[in-house]
């Protein structure tokens, strides 16, 4: 197949390119850079069947015939959605628009990549693709939750009125190599501290609970949801839940850190607690994780450690 990816010089979009490749498909992928890499892409620079393009999905664009259309395109980072508010709810809104456009154009089918955090500061637990949410619509993370909730309501409707083959899938926390190691997010964090020597920062009593999910087992999700004909939201994330403080242990446990734990006041709007049930994945495709968060962060370890080395190297 041709396919295109928005969003393809982030951490999972580079990393569905891979696979995608590996499977004998060509692949145009667009990105603006705002908060991808150019360095997530280079060991593709002389693969013929990749195409790089500089694209704001933001305005109408068209790559050409596609048969497939994989939308990750969006900051998906505390820090970077926090600096780069109205341009996520901009790419949320206008360019999942103009990506719907043009598999409606050439008939293409057409993945959206949404997240956990439409479920907000979950109610029920575990998270099933039926819950409708609790979000604060205008918190600091509303425009990330709502941009990805109205990417949702946009996806759907271009299923119901224009007929485009779509699919939805819910990522929940993600990790491994291409993660920024300064994304503010939970296992880059620990880890570039543990690496670092530095003291690991835990918001509020670390009682939060997250699942995580490597980064190989997210995309095999991906693909599988690719695959069916399933039109609503689907759920692919590791069920395993640990709560913050155990997942600090366990990165000083996979580095030999002798790193100390400290405490900050925990966020506004941080979600108490996340785990998502993925019997609708199972069933549907027969998909469930099999990397453990040990083994992860271990296949982890390499990456975080050469982007300190460069860091390092720069100063």
């Known amino acids: 197949m041709r396919i295109l990816i928005t969003g393809v010089a982030g951490f999972l979009g580079s990393h569905l390119a891979d696979a995608l490749l590996a499977e004998g498909n060509s692949i145009i992928g667009v990105d ?95 998270q099933t693709e039926d819950y409708w949410g609790n979000v604060n619509p205008v918190g600091p993370r509303s425009v990330y939750d709502e941009a990805k909730r109205f990417s949702e309501a946009l996806t759907t409707a271009y299923n119901r009125y224009y007929n485009v083959d779509t699919r939805l899938v819910r990522i929940f926390n993600t990790y491994g190599p291409r993660l920024q190691k300064n994304d503010g997010r939970v296992i880059s964090n620990f880890v570039v501290q543990a690496l670092k020597g530095e003291d690991l920062t835990v918001y509020g009593e670390g009682n939060q609970t997250r699942s995580f999910c490597y980064v190989a087992d997210e995309i095999a999700g991906i693909l599988g949801l690719s695959r069916s004909d399933e039109h609503t939201p689907v759920n692919i994330g590791n069920p395993h839940e640990w709560t913050i403080l155990e997942c600090a242990k366990a990165v000083l446990k996979v580095t030999g850190s002798k790193s100390k734990v400290i405490y900050q006041p925990l966020p506004q709007d941080d979600p108490m607690q996340r785990k998502p049930d993925i019997s609708k994945a199972q069933r549907l495709f027969g998909w469930e994780p099999k990397i453990d968060l040990e083994t992860g962060l271990k296949l982890s370890l390499e990456y975080f450690q050469s982007t300190i080395d460069q860091e390092a190297a720069k100063a």
């Open 32 to 126: 603006n850079l705002c908060t991808g890499s150019l360095a997530n892409l280079r060991h593709l620079e002389h693969e013929s069947r990749f195409e790089f393009r500089e694209v704001d999905i933001c305005k109408p664009f068209d790559p050409g015939a596609v048969d497939y259309v994989f939308n990750f395109a969006s900051p998906a980072s505390p820090v970077d959605y926090h600096r780069l508010g109205v341009e996520t709810l901009d790419v949320g809104s206008n360019g999942t628009r103009n990506a719907l456009e043009v598999a409606k154009k050439y008939s293409a089918k057409f993945l959206h990549a949404s997240t956990s955090e439409c479920y907000g500061d979950p109610s029920v637990h575990p």
